[in-house]
Protein backbone atom coordinates (compact mmCIF):
# COMPACT_ATOMS: atom_id res chain seq x y z
CA UNK A 1 0.00 0.00 0.00
CA UNK A 2 1.26 3.59 -0.82
CA UNK A 3 1.93 5.96 2.22
CA UNK A 4 -0.83 8.68 2.53
CA UNK A 5 1.11 11.36 3.07
CA UNK A 6 4.48 10.82 1.01
CA UNK A 7 5.48 8.64 -1.78
CA UNK A 8 7.02 5.91 0.89
CA UNK A 9 5.32 2.60 0.54
CA UNK A 10 3.43 0.76 3.65
CA UNK A 11 4.97 -2.57 5.17
CA UNK A 12 3.85 -4.57 7.09
CA UNK A 13 4.60 -4.67 10.84
CA UNK A 14 3.71 -6.58 14.09
CA UNK A 15 3.02 -4.72 17.44
CA UNK A 16 1.48 -7.46 20.33
CA UNK A 17 -0.02 -9.61 17.52
CA UNK A 18 -1.90 -7.14 15.89
CA UNK A 19 -0.56 -6.25 12.30
CA UNK A 20 -0.34 -2.74 11.22
CA UNK A 21 1.58 -0.43 8.07
CA UNK A 22 4.62 1.44 8.34
CA UNK A 23 5.73 4.04 6.29
CA UNK A 24 8.89 3.10 5.52
CA UNK A 25 10.33 6.14 4.46
CA UNK A 26 7.83 8.75 6.57
CA UNK A 27 7.93 6.67 10.05
CA UNK A 28 3.77 7.07 9.73
CA UNK A 29 1.40 4.48 10.77
CA UNK A 30 -1.70 2.93 9.42
CA UNK A 31 -4.24 1.12 11.85
CA UNK A 32 -7.25 -0.70 10.24
CA UNK A 33 -10.51 -0.33 12.22
CA UNK A 34 -9.85 -1.20 15.72
CA UNK A 35 -6.66 -1.72 15.33
CA UNK A 36 -5.04 0.88 17.28
CA UNK A 37 -8.11 0.86 19.94
CA UNK A 38 -6.33 -3.16 20.57
CA UNK A 39 -2.86 -1.82 20.18
CA UNK A 40 -2.93 1.16 22.71
CA UNK A 41 -4.11 0.01 25.88
CA UNK A 42 -1.00 -3.20 25.58
CA UNK A 43 1.78 -0.72 24.55
CA UNK A 44 3.93 -2.63 25.27
CA UNK A 45 5.42 -1.58 21.49
CA UNK A 46 8.92 -0.17 22.10
CA UNK A 47 9.45 -1.27 18.07
CA UNK A 48 7.07 1.21 17.41
CA UNK A 49 9.50 3.99 17.80
CA UNK A 50 8.84 6.39 15.19
CA UNK A 51 10.45 9.51 15.47
CA UNK A 52 9.82 13.17 14.96
CA UNK A 53 7.15 13.86 12.49
CA UNK A 54 8.30 14.95 9.02
CA UNK A 55 7.71 18.62 8.56
CA UNK A 56 4.33 19.81 7.13
CA UNK A 57 2.73 16.01 7.54
CA UNK A 58 0.36 16.53 10.15
CA UNK A 59 -1.04 19.51 8.27
CA UNK A 60 -1.33 17.53 5.10
CA UNK A 61 -4.73 15.62 3.92
CA UNK A 62 -4.21 12.58 2.77
CA UNK A 63 -6.13 9.71 1.12
CA UNK A 64 -6.73 6.33 2.57
CA UNK A 65 -4.22 3.25 1.23
CA UNK A 66 -7.06 1.17 1.58
CA UNK A 67 -9.84 2.83 -0.74
CA UNK A 68 -8.21 5.95 -2.10
CA UNK A 69 -11.15 8.14 0.29
CA UNK A 70 -9.95 11.23 1.50
CA UNK A 71 -8.64 11.28 5.14
CA UNK A 72 -10.58 13.15 7.85
CA UNK A 73 -8.39 15.12 9.98
CA UNK A 74 -10.25 14.64 13.78
CA UNK A 75 -8.60 15.73 17.57
CA UNK A 76 -8.04 12.48 19.61
CA UNK A 77 -10.00 12.74 22.56
CA UNK A 78 -6.92 10.84 24.33
CA UNK A 79 -4.72 14.31 24.17
CA UNK A 80 -6.27 17.15 21.74
CA UNK A 81 -2.91 18.19 21.01
CA UNK A 82 -2.71 15.10 18.36
CA UNK A 83 -4.79 15.05 15.33
CA UNK A 84 -5.50 11.67 13.64
CA UNK A 85 -6.54 11.26 9.62
CA UNK A 86 -9.56 8.78 9.70
CA UNK A 87 -11.10 7.39 6.82
CA UNK A 88 -14.78 7.64 7.01
CA UNK A 89 -15.21 4.35 4.80
CA UNK A 90 -13.18 1.42 6.09
CA UNK A 91 -12.70 3.48 9.11
CA UNK A 92 -8.94 3.13 9.34
CA UNK A 93 -6.77 5.39 11.37
CA UNK A 94 -3.27 7.28 10.07
CA UNK A 95 -1.36 8.76 12.62
CA UNK A 96 2.33 10.54 11.87
CA UNK A 97 5.53 10.02 13.07
CA UNK A 98 5.72 10.12 17.10
CA UNK A 99 1.86 10.62 17.40
CA UNK A 100 1.61 7.10 18.54
CA UNK A 101 3.92 7.93 20.81
CA UNK A 102 1.97 10.92 22.83
CA UNK A 103 -0.77 9.18 22.28
CA UNK A 104 0.62 6.13 24.13
CA UNK A 105 1.75 9.01 26.78
CA UNK A 106 -1.74 10.29 27.53
CA UNK A 107 -3.24 9.24 30.86
CA UNK A 108 -4.74 5.76 30.37
CA UNK A 109 -7.97 7.17 32.49
CA UNK A 110 -8.99 9.50 29.25
CA UNK A 111 -11.22 6.99 28.15
CA UNK A 112 -11.64 6.18 24.30
CA UNK A 113 -15.36 7.90 23.45
CA UNK A 114 -15.73 9.44 20.01
CA UNK A 115 -12.21 10.26 18.56
CA UNK A 116 -14.29 14.34 17.59
ZN1 LIG B 1 5.20 8.17 4.29
ZN1 LIG C 1 -10.45 3.69 3.85
Do not use: Y
Request: with cysteine; glycine share 8%; aromatic share 4%.
Amino acid sequence: MRCPKCEGSLKSLQVDGTEVDRCDACSGIWFDKRELVDVLPGAAAANLETGQDTEGHDQKRGKCPKDGTRLMRVNSARNHTVTLDTCRVCQGIWLDAGEFETLREASPTTPFIDLI
